[in-house]
Each structure stands twice: as structure tokens, then as C-alpha cells.
């Protein structure tokens, strides 16, 4: 196995791992998973990896964009945000921005993470 390959496996588990954390009702923006999962300048790689994942113990749909937009969801950006509606964050602007989504828990995360 070569070692890129190796490197990509192991931010990705690492990104699953961040992501599995996070508690209902809360958000991440890709730069924070990134930062926790030890690769900070990777979070359009978070993006990436996030597209892939199909496990549904792994709540993708809470992470975000930096600047509040919900940003993209494998099974589709309606669902996304219904999603997070029913966790308790609600839609502004034309359905665009998250509000409550400055209320993250990456400080907490970061000790329980690794």
C-alpha cells in the first residue's frame, strides 16, 4: 500500500471520527473538522470525504461552510436542511444561512477527538 494512499485513509477515518462527535442540534464548519482531525489546511478535503460517506451513524449533514451557508450533502441539500431543522437549527436568508450555526462545539470536540 503506498504511503498517499495511507495518508488519505487515515484523514479520512479521522474526519469520520470528528464528524461522529458531533452532538445533535450543534454544527462544525468544514475548517473545523479539518483542524480537529489534525489536517487544518485540508477542509476542502473534509468536503471531499464527507461526500462519500453513506453510513448513516456518521452525521454529515452537520457540518457546514465558514461563512453559515449549509453547504454540500450527499443525499441532497433539501434533506440536509430538513435534517438540521429537526435537530433545532433553523434557516434564514432565503433558506441559505444556518442561524445558531456559530454555536459549535469544536473546543469540546477537540479534547474527545484524539
Avoid at 78 to 91: A, D, I, T, W
Wanted: aromatic share 8%; with cysteine.
Amino acid at each position: 500500500m503506498s504511503q498517499k494512499y495511507q495518508l488519505k485513509s487515515s484523514l479520512k477515518e479521522k474526519v469520520f471520527a470528528v464528524v461522529k462527535k458531533i452532538p445533535i442540534g450543534r454544527t462544525l464548519t468544514y475548517r473545523q473538522v479539518a483542524k480537529l482531525a489534525g489536517a487544518p489546511r485540508a477542509y476542502r478535503a473534509v468536503g471531499n470525504i464527507l461526500h462519500t460517506n453513506y453510513d448513516l451513524s456518521i452525521p454529515c449533514h452537520r457540518v457546514i461552510r465558514a461563512d453559515g451557508k449549509s453547504g454540500g450533502y450527499n443525499r441532497g441539500l433539501k434533506r440536509k436542511k430538513e435534517l438540521l431543522k429537526r435537530e433545532g437549527l433553523s434557516m434564514a436568508y432565503r433558506g441559505d444561512l444556518i442561524l445558531g450555526a456559530g454555536d459549535t462545539d469544536a473546543d469540546n470536540l477537540a479534547g474527545a477527538v484524539f
